[in-house]
T-cell receptor, first 110, second 114 residues
Framework: DQQVKQNSPSLSVQEGRISILNCDYT??????FLWYKKYPAEGPTFLIS?????DKNEDGRFTVFLNKSAKHLSLHIVPSQPGDSAVYFC?????????FGQGTRLTINP | DTGVSQDPRHKITKRGQNVTFRCDPI?????LYWYRQTLGQGPEFLTY????????KSRLLSDRFSAERPKGSFSTLEIQRTEQGDSAMYLC????????????FGPGTRLTVL
């Protein structure tokens, strides 16, 4: 069973615009949510996280929103830059282990 | 702080051979995790250590897999009698063991079993 889902395999956004990546989850026991960015042949790089008791966390160009009633998480990147092109994974934590979505490939077009 | 390091970065082996991977966590991180990632999927949890104690193992970790963290610092992951289905990226992560406890990942070891 896929407890964390990223339903969009890919997303293409123009440079300077907003990128919105979405993630849905099913397990109410997740206590922490994270977004990672991954380039080819590298490990995931931590971007931003949010506790389950909050609904928004912001760090520079990155903002994560959590809607617990809908079991939905989103990452907003504003403004999008060419270096943001990568695969983005959302992850949810339960009992110290992370459960990852399948990833969304973000492409920023000049 | 040099980040999480893994060795080797790439390993090609023949089916039936044993392989061992090493992970060096961020210094003073007392938690260490192993994940496996296959093409088109997100990383999947395999096991984790709190210092030298292995506290949880996924059902993905068959009897052919063994992980150790003998002195609570570096860790090794061994796969015995490799199968083609073991081909994947093996990722190591560490965390400081605090409330927020963000996991930081290494670059991974890409295993190809021929």
């Amino acid at each position: 069973d896929q407890q964390v889902k990223q339903n969009s395999p890919s997303l293409s956004v123009q440079e300077g615009r907003i990128s919105i990546l979405n993630c849905d989850y099913t397990n109410s026991m997740f206590d922490y949510f994270l977004w990672y960015k991954k380039y080819p042949a590298e490990g995931p790089t931590f971007l931003i996280s949010i506790s389950s008791i909050k609904d928004k966390n912001e760090d520079g160009r990155f903002t994560v929103f959590l809607n617990k009633s809908a079991k939905h998480l989103s990452l907003h990147i504003v403004p999008s830059q060419p270096g943001d092109s990568a695969v983005y994974f959302c992850a949810a934590r339960t009992a110290q282990k992370l459960v990852f979505g399948q990833g969304t490939r973000l492409t920023i077009n000049p | 702080d040099t980040g999480v390091s893994q060795d080797p970065r790439h390993k090609i082996t023949k089916r039936g051979q044993n392989v061992t991977f090493r992970c060096d966590p961020i210094s003073e991180h007392n938690r260490l995790y192993w994940y496996r990632q296959t093409l088109g999927q997100g990383p999947e949890f395999l096991t984790y250590f709190q210092n030298e104690a292995q506290l949880e193992k996924s059902r993905l970790l068959s009897d052919r897999f063994s992980a150790e963290r003998p002195k609570g610092s570096f860790s090794t992951l061994e796969i015995q009698r490799t199968e083609q289905g073991d081909s994947a990226m093996y990722l190591c992560a560490s965390s400081p063991g605090l409330a927020t406890d963000t996991q930081y990942f290494g670059p991974g070891t890409r295993l190809t079993v021929l």
